[in-house]
């Protein structure tokens, strides 16, 4: 794969919402870790067979490719999609989650890379689920995203780079061991 980039998220229980983002860089031959923030899955945690709407983020690893969101490019290197429609949580969520879109980065989990993140192509078909993204924190779990704090978001958006060919390496630890 010849990645120079890891973002791994991790929770310490296959059930919980709650994890952890370390970024995780190659520097010649040795791994250094450079920065992590708390974050948060799926509402009802961690799942190695996703599904749509079953609220729980998927295990895996996955490449980053995409980016996007409601505010202006911050400086990312990723291929970047502003569109405050497109991005726009629905009016009829909790004022908590009005800001989750401002920046998003499209995990490739059941999508075409580059493409924009909100492409609807689900290549493993629409029961698998798709629209996972790292995007903005709201305080809890989410549908089967991961979110991160704002600052967190705007590191990952100026530091991923393309060439470095980053990916996500998600999932409970029990899982990830495994």
């Not at 490019?73 to 726009?88: M, R």
């Amino acid at each position: 794969m010849g990645t120079r980039q890891v973002v791994a998220v991790y929770g310490e229980q296959e059930d919980s919402p709650d994890s952890t983002l370390v970024l995780y860089e190659k520097r010649g031959t040795t791994w250094q870790r450079i920065r992590s923030w708390p974050a948060h899955n799926g509402k009802r945690g961690w799942t190695t067979n996703h599904r749509e709407d079953d609220r729980r983020s998927p295990v895996g690893v996955y490449t980053l490719s995409d980016a996007g969101g409601i505010r202006d490019d911050p400086g990312t290197l990723l291929p970047y999609t502003q569109d405050e429609d497109a991005f726009q949580t629905p009016y009829y969520w909790d004022e908590a989650h009005w800001h989750d879109f401002d920046y998003v980065i499209a995990i490739d989990y059941n999508r075409v890379p580059g493409t924009r993140p909100d492409d609807p192509t689900r290549p493993m078909g629409q029961s698998k689920g798709g629209g996972i993204w790292l995007h903005l924190d709201h305080g809890d779990g989410t549908l089967g995203c991961v979110s991160v704090p704002e600052s967190a978001m705007r590191y990952l958006l100026r530091r991923l780079d393309p060439q470095d060919r980053p990916v996500v390496v998600m999932g409970d630890r029990a899982n990830l061991e495994a």
